[in-house]
């Protein structure tokens, strides 16, 4: 009787020694491909050369190598259909029941510093994917094994009863395809980009498994957390957590909208968030001051609220910290007292971000909505202060002009209709979300009230009337910013003039829906 045979082509050699004697041990035969057989062989274990059953030796630098009849009839052929067995017999050709394959390392090649198309392109593999497809579909028949996780369970069945159930091999053929699918996604996505194509007509995203969630956004919902396969800028996906409880679906938004906000600034600073906005953004000489502006911004709302420092995180800081209830700590690293001083409390979650990676925002913005996705770039526009235009007779002073950059930093990052009132160092009052904007403007202005000497206010958006304008002049705010474009921006200038406000206009609206 002819042995069972295992075909062996991988680029990832991770835990084939072990899997490859088991298969020995079961007297099934190993076919293996060239730097595969000499990997083998070097351990002491035989194998067959593919070449001797396609009888053509491997060519055009290994571009061709199992596209062969031989080998895909082998693994295409039905088992229970006399006409396939009958075609396998008058080719000559000996059923493969086992394939183990990995792929050229595409997407490393593609990370790799100064890579050229010509490399990325030798990288692309094409007899990997069309064996693991041709075994993938023959599911029923053909154990496939793509991933090197997958070794010891096809081991135990084997060892167990000589065969792999029909139930493992149908999970490892889908496997296959979720695994051709993604290897051949990072390949379309990196030659749509190489020929610049803004808006393919097929949407493919690779994104793998980060983590499985205990639940959604509220306890009875699945969920579960996929980051890209290729890492961009900085994110909550390359974040390193080092101390506290798991991150929840609430606690991840939350962090990424954070980390946004933090993006934005280049002195120290510190972004407290709740529920998606901004409760504190301060900045500071060092990381403490930071901390405390952003603190005092709104004592209240920072409780069981998210951190996200651009500073290491030094002992001061983490003390005043650590008195606090928060969820979770985000900074680029911290001292060992400051870690120490925060690891006191169980359930803290501790982040470490690498504030090194590029941050610019290359990554697109993807919203799902029912049916559908909408794609768009980040709004990662850098403003161009020297095109901001004072349409007021009053012009702004020296520190209300620092303040306004400030402020038009923050409202960005705030849920429109975005309304903030801010210093130069710090927020001081947040309106977010309200369907009118003379709501936000009167929760901005009330959570400031106390504090609105030399106090500026920022509009993510127009105001589309006056009333807006003559609320925060009545309050006490003496400068103001927004984007313009109403057709009654007129009245809001004038209104401006009447009480002797300073308002310039930016032409650029950063709506946060
Ligand atoms: N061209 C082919 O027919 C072909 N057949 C298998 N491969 C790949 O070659 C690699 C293994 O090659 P080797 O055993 O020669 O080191 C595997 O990642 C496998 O997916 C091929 N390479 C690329 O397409």
Not at 263 to 268: I, K, Q, S
């Given at each position: 009787m002819t042995k069972r045979k295992a075909l062996i082509s991988v680029s990832d050699k991770t835990g084939l020694i072990e899997f490859a004697k088991t298969l020995c041990e079961l007297d099934i035969e190993i076919v293996s491909t060239g730097g595969t057989k000499q990997y083998l062989e070097e351990s002491g274990i035989k194998t067959t050369a593919v070449e001797s059953i396609t009888g053509f030796s491997e060519m055009m630098d290994g571009r061709v190598k199992t596209l062969h009849p031989a080998i895909h009839g082998a693994l295409l052929a039905r088992r229970d259909k006399a006409a396939h067995l009958n075609d396998l017999q008058a080719h000559n050709i000996q059923l493969i029941d086992f394939v183990c394959v990995n792929l050229y390392p595409f997407k490393q090649t593609i990370l790799k510093e100064g890579v050229g198309l010509e490399e990325a392109i030798e990288n692309i593999d094409i007899g990997g994917p069309s064996m693991l497809r041709s075994a993938a579909k023959n599911y029923a028949s053909v154990t496939v094994i793509v991933d090197p996780n997958d070794y010891p369970i096809v081991a135990k069945e084997l060892l167990e009863n000589q065969q792999t159930t029909l139930e493992t091999r149908a999970k490892l053929g889908a496997k296959v395809f979720r695994h051709t699918a993604a290897y051949d996604a990072v390949i379309a996505n990196y030659l749509t980009h190489n020929v610049a194509e803004k808006n393919p007509e097929l949407l493919v995203l690779p994104y793998e498994r980060k983590q499985v969630l205990r639940y959604g956004e509220n306890s009875h919902q699945q969920a579960t957390f996929y980051k890209n396969v290729l890492p961009d800028s900085y994110s909550i996906a390359c974040c390193k957590q080092l101390h506290g409880k798991e991150l929840s679906y609430n606690n991840i938004r939350d962090a990424d909208a954070a980390i946004r906000i933090v993006?934005?600034?280049?002195?120290?600073t510190v972004v407290a968030l709740k529920h998606m906005n901004p409760c504190g953004i301060g900045t500071g000489a060092t990381i403490f001051e930071a901390y405390i502006q952003a603190y005092t911004a709104d004592p209240v709302s920072i409780f069981g609220g998210i951190v996200v420092c651009n500073r290491t995180v030094d002992l001061p800081t983490a003390k005043k910290m650590h008195a606090l209830f928060l969820e979770i700590i985000i900074a680029p690293d911290y001292t060992a007292e400051a870690l120490a001083c925060l690891e006191q409390k169980k359930n803290v979650r501790i982040l470490k971000l690498d504030f090194s990676q590029d941050k610019q925002a290359i990554e697109t913005e993807k919203t799902g909505v029912l049916g559908g996705m909408l794609v768009q770039e980040q709004d990662s526009l850098v403003e161009e202060v020297d095109q901001w235009v004072c349409v007021t007779k009053r012009k702004p002073t020296k520190e209300e002009q620092q303040a306004l950059v400030f402020a038009y930093k923050a409202v960005k990052y705030v849920k429109s209709n975005a309304i903030v009132v801010t210093n130069a160092t710090q927020t001081l009052g947040i309106g977010a979300g309200q369907m009118n904007r003379v709501g936000s403007v009167k929760i901005a202005l009330e959570q400031a009230k106390d504090n609105l000497i030399g106090a500026v206010l920022a509009s993510d958006a127009f105001f589309p009337m006056s009333d807006s304008v003559e609320y925060a002049a009545l309050k006490g705010i003496r400068a103001i910013i927004q984007p313009g474009g109403s057709i009654r921006d007129q009245e809001s200038i004038e209104m401006a003039d009447k009480y002797g406000v300073t308002m310039l206009f930016t032409n650029v609206r950063h709506f946060r829906h």
């Open positions: 993006r934005e600034f280049v002195e120290p």
